[in-house]
């Protein structure tokens, strides 16, 4: 699987995450793996692993994108975007394999395919901020 094949299925679980309960997860992660086309068991472990990594962080990552953010506090942003935003930031500051403008453009793709109209333009703006107090 390519790593943009990955990171789309590791959005997709952070994106499913908010509508169930917490002690459900792992059945939902379960469910939702089983309908890819035979994964290895090697892309398997990166999605979950990295999946669980992204929400550890959640706490923190939400933080960074509620300072960089101007009206748009993570509470507010739909749940498209904020996931987006969630795994692109854990990229940008805890995976040193994944290069800064790699997890931003990646975002944006991803943003710009799942999300509203002006879904790749928030998500780059905010971003961009980010990356600017990144380095």
């Known amino acids: 699987m390519r790593r943009s094949e990955i990171r789309e299925h590791i959005f997709k ?3 499913l995450e908010g509508f169930h309960p917490v002690d459900e997860r792992e059945e939902q992660v379960h ?3 089983e309908t890819l086309d ?3 068991q090697k892309d398997l472990e990166y999605i979950t692993g990295k999946f669980e990594q992204v929400l550890a962080r959640r706490e923190e990552i939400d933080t960074l994108l509620n300072e960089a ?3 748009w506090k993570t509470r507010r ?3 498209v975007d904020l996931s987006v935003l969630r795994l692109a930031v854990y990229e940008m ?3 040193p394999d994944v290069p800064l403008s790699v997890a931003i453009n990646e975002a944006v793709e991803l943003a710009k395919r799942f999300g509203g109209e002006s879904s790749g333009s928030f998500v780059n703006g905010l971003l961009g901020r980010l990356a600017k107090n990144h380095e």
Do not use: A, K, T, V
């Open 93 to 95: 500051n805890y995976d």
């Open 69 to 71: 953010s101007e009206g």
């Open 77 to 79: 942003m739909n749940r």
């Open 38 to 40: 035979q994964p290895e």
């Open 31 to 33: 469910l939702y793996l």
């Open 13 to 15: 679980l952070l994106f």
